[in-house]
């Protein structure tokens, strides 16, 4: 079945510092792609997203590109923050129902000061 | 101000004492699903409606029941609960009509079953 494959992490980085937190993915059909993002004692937020290949999501200077050919949806940012601290989860719908979401196990980043 | 609620928040019980978690939406969505969330496992679905009356199962369904008698609601049941049901609750809901619409989440409801 389809499955999401992401660095578990935690990653910690200095502020400024550049973010990459890698997610792969296996899918039948044509999936849509996301990132959301959990802050310490709140539910998922939608971060971004990108339905199709070669798409780049993009948010809060947050960036990711639909690849179809490394199945790939890697999110990056070129300077973090301490406010960037969470849990990023890279998810799918599936291509052909739409019906079930299927998460990754998500990565923990802590920016410190 | 568009959102999911749930209730309870924080909820301790003991093995077989059944309990139902509430979830409601203002946003008019005809899907809505619940998850767990436990370390290392990400989320994990429950159960998902497509619409009122309708309900299917996810990826980790057993002892849990949900019903859906009205658009807004999605209450989930344990109807005898055991400690590996502690876990982290989250309900959510979307447009339907394709894949890219995204999910809104409520805050969670932190279960823990002695």
């Known amino acids: 079945g389809d499955s999401v494959t992401q660095m578990e992490g935690p990653v910690t980085l200095s502020e400024e510092a550049f973010l990459t937190i890698n997610c792969t993915y296996t899918?039948?059909?044509?999936?849509?792609l996301f990132w959301y993002v959990q802050y310490p004692g709140e539910g998922l937020q939608l971060l971004l997203k990108a339905t199709k290949a070669d798409d780049k999501g993009s948010n809060k200077g947050f960036e990711a590109t639909y690849r179809k050919e490394t199945t790939s949806f890697h999110l990056e940012k070129g300077s973090v923050q301490v406010s960037d601290s969470a849990v990023y989860f890279c998810a799918l719908t599936e291509g052909t129902s739409y019906d079930k979401v299927i998460f990754g196990p998500g990565t923990s980043l802590s920016v410190i000061p | 101000e568009a959102q999911v609620t749930q209730n309870p928040r924080y909820l301790i019980t003991v093995t077989g004492k059944k309990l139902t978690v509430t979830c409601s939406q203002n946003?008019?969505?005809?899907?809505m699903s619940w998850y767990r969330q436990d370390p290392g496992l990400g989320l994990r679905q429950i159960y998902y409606?497509?619409?009122?009356?309708?309900?299917d199962k996810g990826d980790v369904p057993e002892g849990y029941k949900v019903s859906r008698k009205e658009k807004r609601n999605f209450p989930l049941i344990l109807e005898s609960p055991s400690p590996n049901q502690t876990s982290l609750y989250f309900c959510?809901?979307?447009?339907?009509?394709?894949?890219?619409?995204?999910?809104?989440f409520g805050p969670g409801t932190r279960l823990t079953v002695t």
């Open positions: 959510a809901s979307r447009q339907t009509g394709g894949g890219t619409y995204e999910q809104y």
């Open positions: 946003m008019n969505h005809e899907y």
């Open positions: 409606s497509m619409n009122v009356e309708v309900t």
């Open positions: 899918a039948t059909g044509y999936p849509s």
